[in-house]
């Protein structure tokens, strides 16, 4: 079967750095996307992966091994908009794309 | 304000009646997609359209229908409700089946 894990919850504090993993079992592989979701609203795009290595985008950054079907998420310098859920969903051989249950990320001052 | 609207916001609905939920974007894109979301659980993928006149079974069909006449509209058709389909119902499109999703505000469905 295909599956996408994350952690559930996390807690951070205001300023620091985090990273969430999302490691991932699936029919084909043809790119892994991460999503924030704040609650009560829909998914929105943060970045997407699809050769090993790291992508930066401000002061987020994710990073993909296809040979480990592993990511991450960096996200640096925590503010408190960025309590949300965090959404790691891979794209199938079929083009479809898979999605973990989220992971919580709760931002303390 | 270019995007996806989805309607109703919210329903409450009876268990056996008819409901459509409505999806409609304005940005051109040829594929569409309906999601639920349910606590603990990651999206899950109902139907898809690739582009106007086709569609697909997701991972969960049963119990739903879609139709896509037209590039702008998707809707979504649960044809006698059951209360396993309560859940937040999301749609979503992309220029193409490799580029990202981008997601309307959803809509909060409990059935009774």
């Known amino acids: 079967g295909q599956n996408i894990d994350q952690p559930t919850e996390m807690t951070a504090t205001e300023g620091a750095i985090v990273q969430i993993n999302c490691t991932y079992q699936?029919?084909?592989?043809?790119?892994l996307f991460w999503y924030q979701q704040h609650a009560g609203e829909a998914p929105t795009f943060l970045s997407y992966?699809?050769l090993d290595g790291l992508e930066e985008k401000g002061r987020f950054s994710s990073f993909l091994s296809r040979s480990k079907g592993y990511s991450y998420l960096l996200l640096k310098e925590l503010q408190m908009k960025d309590s949300a859920s965090y959404l790691c969903?891979?794209?199938?051989?079929?083009?479809?794309?898979?999605w973990g249950a989220g992971t919580k990320l709760i931002i303390k001052p | 304000i270019a995007g996806i609207t989805q309607a109703p916001t919210s329903q409450i609905l009876a268990a056996g009646r008819r409901m459509t939920l409505r999806c409609t974007q304005d940005?051109?894109?040829?594929?569409m997609y309906w999601y639920r979301q349910d606590l603990g659980l990651g999206l899950r993928l109902i139907h898809y359209?690739?582009?106007?006149?086709?569609?697909g079974k997701g991972e969960v069909p049963d119990g739903y229908s879609v139709s896509r006449a037209n590039t702008d509209d998707f809707p979504l058709t649960l044809a006698s409700a059951v209360p396993s389909q309560t859940s937040v119902y999301f749609c979503?499109?992309?220029?193409?089946?490799?580029?990202?999703?981008?997601f309307g505000d959803g809509t909060r469905l409990s059935i009774l």
């Open positions: 969903a891979v794209r199938d051989s079929n083009y479809q794309l898979i």
């Open positions: 992966n699809v």
């Open positions: 979503a499109s992309a220029t193409g089946d490799n580029q990202p999703q981008h």
């Open positions: 699936t029919s084909g592989f043809n790119g």
């Open positions: 940005m051109r894109h040829n594929a």
């Open positions: 359209s690739n582009t106007a006149g086709t569609t």
